[in-house]
């Protein structure tokens, strides 16, 4: 389709390099987007995709390089002089004011006004259509964007970028917070938008995506381009993998560990009941299970976990640890008990952004370094430094601040926490959520071995694939409901997504 | 290739995630109607408007008619209207997650520079109008100079304006030799004391000042975009917004209203000194807060700050009616502001809920 005409490139970036202090975050960046193309760019958590991208979006200003747009040389110094020419981002973190409405959002900077009098009437109707387009036609435009889903916050920044006179469509890692359908629904508008003509940049960890949506694939190491515009259907997956990480890697799951009759149950839920999102739920986990959550997002998967854990006060069941009942809505209770929770929000709920790396590590368990009161903080970084080696977190100074890190290295911040901690029971939500395809596999091993060592594990993931390649148990569930409880072995992706269709239709 | 077989399941997945996203999305963080109104803008200021009506009903079993007799309503009413016009230039800056404690002494300053009798001698030769600019236009710079050390001297917002308090206090008083100037121009006095359809003028500038702060904070760009730098400023930046710009233009703004305060202040006493405006932030700041606009930012509400002010005026009166000591008077208001943060933490918007949702012991 593109490559017989040979056209001019609407985006070309020759050799970009951005420092940021010691670090060398660019090193040597090319890309080159045509109109109308999906281009993916891919590499390592800490590769600088998410930098290149903010020096397109006049984010950061680069150090050296050249960027042309539509053949001729631009100078992007403010996200104001990005948005006018048509290069509209969506930032890996979401940029979204949770206290104005869906419409105030998307047209948040660019506002439908005459003088500085705003028309609200005639820009809820455009914001209207722009979600209908986005097939969320059933959002209010009125609503206020803190009460949505990440998904749904998503959307918002979607609507945003479309919402103007666009181009070229930056989006780094949208996928991330989505479940199967909701990239489905993602691809539709992408489709959509390069049938005319708008090119897209896309950003995303996840092998089969690329190769479903892109047409060609860049990469960056290490801040360095080391692979330019390979045509999607002509690279084998090895070579993709090759070219990011330098070395081979088979992203297959570990091994299961058959478990013992007679390994003891360790988490028992009984009855639980949470108003308004489920009701009636049971289920159990032993020691050294691995226990899979597979549903849709909303499907209430994190509801469930985090009333376990007591972050969320249950209306009524029990839990129980080791035959111990947990008090409800108690999370000193549940903590005590052994239960440690890797939740899904991370930025918000999870990192203290400003402290270095290995107070965010130690965050939960610094009473254990400190003597008589006094914190051991030798003894903290040591810790810290053990679990960075393991999850191979880049870079592998404790004492960067949290801030600093590339997405998926923050992520990892926080699986080493729980690590550190040394639970019976530990509940993932989303562990791998923006983690590359290197350290997934080292993820999914730690998580095996955590196991085996007797922990009961229960793992939520938006990725059907992962949830069964790594589970014993899965539990099929939407909206609050176990639809089914089989073997991981038992069922494949489409048996999951059958389940829940029938399940929502009932 | 893929793609075929993945678009003939593309439609139904959409549809049933949109769904589900939507039930989530609404039942996840809102029990029910009654709680969704207490949460509204509607609950806020609901619990506003019964807080003022208890205070009216203690001020009519305490004094009778006395209280409610339409005299003591205007006075009810002259009295906020000094503190009303700043608490709005206010309720801007703290909606942008902003403070300014400089706005009292301001409005001393821009007193004192309005009374100097260089001015007084150039307004009664043209027009008393000349007082007016010149106020406005010392606030405005008092504004200026914040804002740019504010914005683009990263000093926070808190530090610089606290400098400024103490700077243009020590400002009006080298410029008064700390003496009381008097207002000798009576064209302004007789403006300033006038009544308009049986309301002081007094009153009107207030009720003007907080019709325009509504108009510019709920449908003008510039107050869109004060609620979205108060709600995330990153965002605002990436948004395009030129956030250093309007973070100038907010305080200059506030400097304005305490410009227009001052002249009230020079209007009502026929005086224009260095001390005016004694702590006068503090009961601004009061006012906003009570009135529900958050104090970190991202929600601004300009009616509760109206509510605010006639709350904590209201109060005032009920004593000063009851001859009760000042001393009990400030203990009950320290009382107040307490109960409306704890009110408005319970209330208030998913930042604060979401904090204390925090899974974490830190
Ligand atoms: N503001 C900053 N200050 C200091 N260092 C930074 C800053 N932003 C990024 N870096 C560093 O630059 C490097 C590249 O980060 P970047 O966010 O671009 O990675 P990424 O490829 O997007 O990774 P991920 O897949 O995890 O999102 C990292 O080493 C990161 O720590
Ligand atoms: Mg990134």
């Known amino acids: ?506 | 290739m893929s793609k075929q077989k993945i678009e003939v399941a593309e439609q139904p997945i959409a549809a049933s995630t949109q769904k589900q996203a939507e039930n989530s999305g609404t039942s996840h963080r809102s029990g029910g109607l009654v709680q969704n109104l207490m949460h509204g803008p509607a609950g806020r200021s609901l619990g506003l408007v019964v807080a003022l009506v208890v205070l009216v009903l203690i001020g009519l079993i305490t004094s009778g008619d006395r209280f409610t007799s339409s005299e003591n309503m205007l006075v009810i009413l002259r009295h906020a209207s000094i503190i009303g016009v700043l608490s709005i230039g206010v309720t801007f800056v703290i909606t942008a997650g902003g403070i300014d404690l400089s706005v009292g002494s301001v409005l001393g300053l821009t007193s004192v520079v309005g009374s100097l009798t260089a001015v007084q001698a150039a307004a009664s030769d043209s027009t008393w109008l000349i007082m007016v600019v010149v106020s406005l236009l010392v606030g405005a710079i008092a504004g200026l100079i914040n804002g740019v050390i504010i914005a683009y001297g990263n000093v926070v917002a808190f530090i610089a304006t606290l400098a400024t308090l103490v700077a243009a206090r020590g400002l009006a008083e080298i410029i008064s030799e700390r003496r009381t100037l008097l207002v000798t121009n009576t064209d302004f006095t007789k403006f300033m004391r006038a009544d308009f359809l049986g309301v002081p003028v007094l009153v009107w500038i207030f009720a003007l000042v907080a019709a325009a702060g509504w108009f510019l904070l709920n449908r003008t760009t510039f107050g869109r975009r004060t609620v979205a730098i108060g709600g995330n400023l990153e965002a605002s930046r990436l948004a395009g917004i030129k956030v250093k710009r309007h973070i100038v233009s907010l305080y200059v703004l506030v400097g304005v209203a305490a410009g227009i305060a001052g002249l009230m202040m020079m209007g009502r006493t026929t005086s224009g000194t260095s001390t005016h405006g004694y702590l006068y932030e503090l009961d601004a700041i009061a006012a906003v807060v009570v009135g529900g606009t958050l104090l970190v930012g991202g929600r601004g509400t300009i009616m509760g700050t109206v509510f605010g002010v006639l709350i904590f005026s209201t109060l005032t009166n009920v004593f000063t009616q009851n001859n009760m000591d000042t001393s009990v008077q400030a203990l009950a208001k320290g009382a107040i502001i307490v109960l409306a943060v704890l009110l408005q933490q319970r209330f208030a918007s998913g930042k604060v809920r979401k904090a204390k949702k925090l899974p974490l012991k830190v």
């Open chain 1, 1 to 506: 389709m593109l490559k017989d005409e040979n056209p001019r490139p609407l985006l070309d970036v020759r050799g970009l390099t951005k420092r940021f202090g010691a670090v060398q975050a660019l090193k040597g960046v090319d890309l080159s987007v045509l109109p109308g193309e999906v281009h993916c760019v891919m590499g390592q958590n800490g590769a600088g995709k998410s930098t290149l991208i903010k020096t397109l979006s006049g984010v950061h200003q680069p150090d050296s390089g050249e960027i042309f747009w539509d053949g001729e040389k631009v100078d992007l110094s403010t996200p104001t002089a990005a948005l006018s020419l048509g290069i509209a981002t969506m930032y890996q973190e979401l940029d979204v004011v949770d206290g104005l409405s869906i419409t105030e959002n998307i047209f948040l900077g660019h506002e439908r006004a005459t003088g500085g009098v705003l028309h609200v009437k005639k820009a809820n109707a455009i914001a209207r259509t722009l979600l209908k387009r986005l097939g969320h036609g059933s959002l209010s435009p009125s609503r206020e964007v803190g009460t949505l889903s990440a998904a749904n916050k998503q959307i918002v920044s979607m609507a945003r970028a479309l919402s103007r006179d666009t181009k070229l469509i930056i989006m780094d890692e949208p996928s991330a917070i989505l479940d199967a359908g909701e990239v489905q629904n993602l691809f539709r508008v992408v489709r959509e938008l390069t049938a005319q003509g708008i090119a897209v940049v896309y950003i995303s960890h996840r092998l089969e995506e690329i190769r479903e949506i892109g047409d060609r694939i860049s990469v960056i190491k290490d801040g360095q381009s080391t692979a330019n515009n390979m045509d999607v259907a002509d690279t084998p997956k090895a070579e993709l993998i090759r070219r990011m990480t330098g070395r081979d890697v088979s992203n297959v799951f570990p091994e299961r560990t058959p478990i013992s009759v007679t390994a003891p149950v360790v988490l028992e839920v009984t009855d639980l009941e949470l108003a308004g999102h489920f009701d009636k739920l049971s289920f159990s986990v032993r020691a050294g299970e691995i226990l899979g959550f597979a549903g849709l997002v909303g499907s209430q998967r994190s509801e469930i976990i985090e009333t376990i854990y007591g972050a969320r006060k249950a209306s009524a069941g029990q839990v129980t640890v080791n035959g111990k009942r947990l008090t409800a809505g108690s999370v000193t209770s549940a903590v005590t008990a052994g239960i440690g929770l890797s939740p899904e929000e991370r930025k918000s709920q999870g990192l203290i952004l400003d402290e270095p790396i290995y107070k965010n590590v130690t965050l939960s368990t610094f009473e254990r370094f400190s003597r008589t009161g006094l914190l051991d903080e030798a003894a903290e970084r040591r810790a810290a430094s053990e679990q960075i080696e393991a999850l191979e977190l880049r870079p592998a100074d404790p004492q960067r601040p949290a801030r600093t890190l590339s997405g998926g290295n923050q992520q990892k911040i926080l699986l080493a926490r729980w690590l550190v901690h040394g639970t019976k029971v530990l509940l993932l939500d989303e562990p791998t959520r923006g983690v590359d395809v290197g350290a997934r596999a080292e993820i999914y091993t730690l998580i095996r071995r955590l196991a085996d060592a007797g922990t009961a594990i229960i793992i939520i993931s938006s990725e059907i694939e992962e949830v069964l390649g790594l589970s014993d148990n899965v539990l099929v569930i939407d909206n609050g409901q176990v639809l089914a409880q089989k073997t991981a072995t038992e069922i494949d992706e489409h048996g999951v997504l059958d389940l829940v269709m029938k399940g929502s239709a009932a």
